[in-house]
């Protein structure tokens, strides 16, 4: 089947749901022991298997099924720092796992919007949301150049392609500029624009050796200038 013949699914078929559920597993990311995600069990199997599958509908691979160095950054330094987000409207952009937005919500956070354009995403924000006990409001949207007066923007390891950085530098300087906490977390991706931020925090943080260079990532969260 070609990407042209494949069927159009509504992020809320069953059909998603049913997949993540089959190819993950109810546990905590090793850095924040906290919360708990459904996430891939067998990462390489399912990374290649969803590859081909997602394939034929013209879907991006399943991100939303790890939870990543900078995300588990990001989520760490909101647990610990809960001032940083308490009472205010956050955006989790690339929410992928709802890892961050979860973290935000468990913090105290108003209300958490978590956005990602993978339809995978949103039934793993709605699974992991409810195992984790808090409401995200989530959203399968493009907001990159939108401002929707959120207080803070969160974001994980957004910046490992120049396109996407070249998109978002600009855009979260813009927000930055009028008012929001931009705090991203990277583990040292390549498009980083190290020069226009401020340092919050660095931690070690485990990863899934088969996706990444090294078992454990140095991750730093950053703060836009």
Same mark, same amino acid.
């Given at each position: ?37 459904? &996430? ?81 995403? &949103? ?51 813009? &927000? ?50």
């Amino acid at each position: 089947m070609t990407a042209a013949e494949a069927p159009v699914l509504e992020p809320g078929s069953d059909r998603f749901r049913r997949f993540v559920l089959n190819n993950t597993a109810l546990q905590s990311p090793p850095h924040v022991p906290e919360i708990k995600l459904h &996430l891939a069990d067998e990462a390489h199997d399912l990374w290649h298997r969803t590859e081909e599958e997602l394939a034929t509908l013209g879907l991006p691979p399943p991100f939303w099924a790890f939870a990543w160095a900078g995300g588990q950054g990001v989520a760490r330094y909101v647990l610990d720092h809960p001032a940083s987000v308490r009472d205010k409207n956050v955006l989790d952009f690339a929410s992928g796992s709802g890892l961050v937005g979860i973290a935000a919500a468990l913090a105290g956070a108003q209300h958490v919007v978590a956005c990602d354009i993978d339809p995978f995403a &949103l039934p793993a924000i709605a699974l992991n949301a409810a195992a984790n006990g808090v409401s995200l409001d989530a959203r399968r949207d493009d907001l990159i150049g939108s401002d929707g007066g959120w207080d803070v923007v969160l974001a994980g390891d957004v910046f490992y392609d120049k396109a996407f950085a070249d998109l978002l530098i600009p855009w979260f300087t813009s &927000l930055a500029t009028r008012g929001a906490e931009v705090i991203v977390g990277d583990p040292g991706r390549s498009y980083f624009p190290k020069n226009l931020l401020h340092e919050l925090g660095v931690y070690t943080v485990p990863v899934t050796r088969v996706l990444e260079d090294a078992e454990v990532k140095r991750t730093t969260v950053w703060r836009f200038a």
